[in-house]
């Protein structure tokens, strides 16, 4: 028996409904295996901006250092698109990643036997496809300076900034190596080194990072040859590492592996305090408030908090197999649901993942 402080930001949009059925499935956890979680809870993104006047108020980020863990919905939504840069929700979900450190971002791509129709791609290009996106998360385009507004030869123009230090490269490439060892042994560094310098330099720190890792096999991918091969073979990768925004890009693409942006969780790992664990998706505007969103994102990356936190495996693959079962025995939510499906609501699918986890004949 445990016990772990569990920081929440549910955010904006359907992060409020996912985070708390992931709770709830924490929740179920904590019963079947004797453990205590406390959760606390705090505001990131436009409701801290609406009752705090900033994205991340100073007692969200005190909370977060202080806990065990962080779970995180999402943030963002179109009441506050024309806010300026600082008061953008946005900037909270940014300055959170960059003030506690979390450098590397683990975006696991894994389909579901079940869902294979789910998929707008053929069956048989996706079946079997296990791959893991490892996005660097506090550098590049997303935190160069300068960045904003200015006036070249009397136009109006805007700059962002692609920025990497070597240290930055090297500890995200080490990360997805020490991944790869651990998995099928394969990585493949995605840039855009025929045009960017920051790219010819990441394809160099990628050759001496891998000498120290002569079991894993490197290969390198242009980032616009490795988008179109996601869709053509994803069963080549194992593990791809890439910069901030190419990642961010390239692993909204590949949850159409798995049949929806609502099935891609991830954790947001940090070597000098707690990790953050979030689903890839974002408030989704459309969908907001009306109990229909897909949760299994956000469970997902509740089971990778437990896994890579608290070191908990066996809880972890309970919450892991429940989703398994439940999708299997036809659970869909309306994202994931083929015509004439039934299609279930958010609060549904958590119960009935909830139910698996509590159910006494289940063996996990
Ligand atoms: P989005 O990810 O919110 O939605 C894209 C599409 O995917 C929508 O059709 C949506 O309905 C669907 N979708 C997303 N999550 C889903 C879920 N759990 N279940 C079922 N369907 C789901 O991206 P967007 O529409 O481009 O952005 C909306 C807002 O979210 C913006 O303000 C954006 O900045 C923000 N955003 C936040 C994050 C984050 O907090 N990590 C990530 C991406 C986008
Ligand atoms: C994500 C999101 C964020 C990102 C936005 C909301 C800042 O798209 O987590 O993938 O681009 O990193
Ligand atoms: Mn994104």
């Known amino acids: 028996m445990g016990t772990y402080r569990i920081a929440v930001l549910p ?13 709830e499935v924490l929740q179920a956890i904590a019963s079947r295996f004797h453990h205590q979680f ?23 980020l005190h909370m977060c250092r202080q806990s065990d863990a962080v779970l995180l919905g999402a943030v963002g939504g179109p009441k506050w698109d024309k806010n300026p840069p600082h008061l ?10 960059k003030e506690m450190n979390l450098f590397a971002n683990l975006r696991p791509v894994k389909v579901y036997p079940s869902l294979a129709d789910s998929s707008p791609l053929k069956a048989h ?27 070249e030869n009397g136009e109006e123009a805007a700059i962002d900034t692609l920025l990497y230090k070597r240290e930055e490269i090297k500890r995200i490439l080490k990360t997805a190596f020490e991944l790869a060892r651990k998995r099928r042994k394969k990585v493949t560094s995605v840039d855009k080194a025929n045009v960017l310098e920051s790219s010819r330099m990441w394809r160099e720190i990628a050759e001496e990072v891998a000498c120290d890792y002569p079991d894993v096999e490197l290969e390198h991918m242009l980032v616009d040859n490795a988008a179109m091969q996601l869709i053509r073979n994803p069963k080549q990768f194992d593990v791809l590492v890439t910069e901030n925004m190419f990642g961010d890009i390239l692993s909204d693409e590949a949850s159409m592996l798995t049949g929806s942006l609502g099935m891609l969780p991830s954790a947001s790992l940090s070597t000098t305090g707690p990790s953050l664990y979030e689903p890839i998706h974002g408030s989704a505007p459309d969908l907001a408030g009306q109990n229909k969103a897909n949760p299994i994102a956000t469970i997902l990356s509740a089971a990778m908090m437990l896994r890579l936190s608290f070191g908990l495996n066996k809880e972890a693959d309970a919450i892991e197999k429940a989703v398994q079962q439940v999708l299997t025995s036809g659970y869909r939510t309306v994202d994931v649901a083929k015509k004439g499906q039934h ?6 699918m958590v119960d009935e993942i909830r139910a698996t986890i509590l159910d006494d004949e289940a063996i996990f």
């Open 11 to 23: 955010g904006d949009g359907v992060g409020k409904e996912v985070t708390s059925g992931a709770v």
């Open 38 to 60: 406390i959760f606390k809870y705090g505001l990131i993104g436009g409701e801290a901006i609406d009752r705090k006047g900033t994205p991340l108020p100073d007692e969200t």
């Open 88 to 97: 953008r929700p946005e900037k909270g979900l940014l300055a959170i990643r």
């Open 125 to 151: 290009i996706i079946r079997e496809a296990d791959l893991l996106i490892v996005r660097e998360l506090t550098g590049g385009l997303y935190f160069g300076k300068p960045s904003g507004r200015r006036v």
């Open 343 to 348: 299609v279930v609501s958010t609060k549904d």
